[in-house]
Structure formats: C-alpha cells, structure tokens
C-alpha cells in the first residue's frame, strides 16, 4: 500500500466490462518526503476522493476481484481517505 | 494501473498457444510533465500489453501489470502480465 495525492479524473472512451460504473482518478505516488512520483497512476476510487485530497491505495487486486469478479483487471483500489488533521502536515 | 500511448501493434508468428488470437499493443508510458503538457509524449519505458479493447495508434490507455493482468483468462491461466484496462477518451487534473 502506499500513499497518493489525487490530481484529477479519467473519463473513459472504453473500459473492460466488468468495471462499468467504476470512478477512475488520475493520481501521484507521494514518497515520505512528500515529493510525488514521476508517472500517473489510474486508481479505481470507491470512496469519492475528491481532486488534490491524500489517499490510501492498495495494489492487491484481491478487492477489486471481490467487487467485480474473477475476470477483473482492477488492481489499484482507494482504500482510504487520509484525514489531513492526522496526516504527515503534508497531506492536503 | 498506468497511462500508456499505443505505439503499434506486435504480430507473433508463431506463438505460444495461450497468446493466439490475441491483440498485442506496444504502449508508451506517460510521465506527470508530459500529461499536464498535454503534448502527446510519452516519456516512459515502452513494453507490451493484451488488449482487447480495439485501441488505435496514439491512443492513451490505462494498463494494469502484474498478475491482476492474467484475471480476464480467468479461470484459463495466460503468460500475461500487462493488460489494457480502459481506452482513455479525457482526463481533468486540477491543482496540482
């Protein structure tokens, strides 16, 4: 699991079937200093992160499976909102 | 999962049997700069993914690696382990 700064949301042209209905956010991987990461990342959001709020994210698929089925290529998941008042001072 | 631009298209004659049939894409992933830039660069390592979704050359896509990217064969096993999950059609950033 690691920590995320959510950037903004995908809009899809086309997605695999069993992902219908799904919300998908364009995020950055925070690293503990607080510099994010070089590439973006598409989270499947459950939770309705809202844009530049620090998250949670998971990339056991095993939820994702559980959700949607066996035959789903879902990995990253939003497991969590991080409260900014608990947070490292840097999230939010 | 990662954003990639389809780049080509990969032919195998032959291949193993659990690759036939099988569309094959060379993606290019995007890095953060090139996204907000919106420039239609890449900028990351390239590799193939199995993509069923009819993406065309110089589309963006999502792609889950790993072995969560062998789940559409379930329950078939398949030597996959990039898989083009969505064709993107926009993406919104806001503040940074």
Request: net charge neutral; with cysteine.
């Amino acid at each position: 699991m690691f920590l995320a700064r959510i950037d903004g949301t995908v809009v899809p042209a086309a997605k695999h079937a069993t992902l219908e209905g799904c919300r998908f956010l364009v995020a950055q991987r925070l690293e503990a200093d607080g510099s994010a990461g070089a590439e973006p990342l598409v989270l499947i959001d459950l939770l309705g992160a809202a844009s530049g709020s620090t998250v949670l994210v998971s990339t056991d698929g095993d939820i994702a499976r559980e959700r949607y089925g066996n035959t789903t290529p879902g990995r990253m998941v939003v497991m969590g909102i991080v409260d900014p008042v608990q947070g490292t001072g840097r999230a939010a | 999962m990662r954003l990639g631009i389809v780049r080509g298209h990969v032919t195998l004659t032959p291949a193993v049997p659990e690759l036939l049939g099988l569309t094959l894409v060379v993606l290019e992933p995007v890095t953060m700069a090139n996204l907000r830039a919106k420039n239609g660069l890449g900028g990351g390592k390239s590799l193939v993914a199995v993509d069923a979704l009819g993406a065309a050359r110089g589309q963006m896509v999502a792609f889950t690696e790993g072995t969560e990217a062998a789940n559409p064969f379930w329950p078939n096993r398949a030597p996959v382990d990039a898989y083009c999950t969505l064709i993107v059609d926009s993406i919104t950033t806001g503040k940074s």
